[in-house]
């Protein structure tokens, strides 16, 4: 008999939640940090949005978050 016929469960992730994803999703963050020009470079785009047409949405994003709300 199989492990999946013995354990329909065998090889499923279940709990607080996906720990290869939480590892995967980590490492890429970390990725992203050690690239400074990558970084500088969304550091400008966060920057120029904040001047840009979309500066009230993400005032009222900001606000909402800082409230503890989704925008």
């Known amino acids: 008999m199989t492990e999946q016929a013995q354990n329909p469960n065998a090889g499923k992730?279940?709990?607080?939640?996906?720990?290869?994803?939480?590892?995967?999703?980590?490492?890429?963050?970390?990725?992203?940090?050690?690239d400074k020009q990558q970084v500088e470079a969304k550091a400008r785009e966060a920057a120029d949005a904040l001047d840009g047409p979309e500066a009230a949405d993400l005032e009222q994003a900001e606000a909402a978050a800082r409230d503890g709300h989704a925008a």
């Open 13 to 34: 992730e279940f709990g607080e939640g996906n720990y290869k994803a939480a590892q995967n999703y980590r490492e890429a963050q970390e990725d992203f940090a050690a």
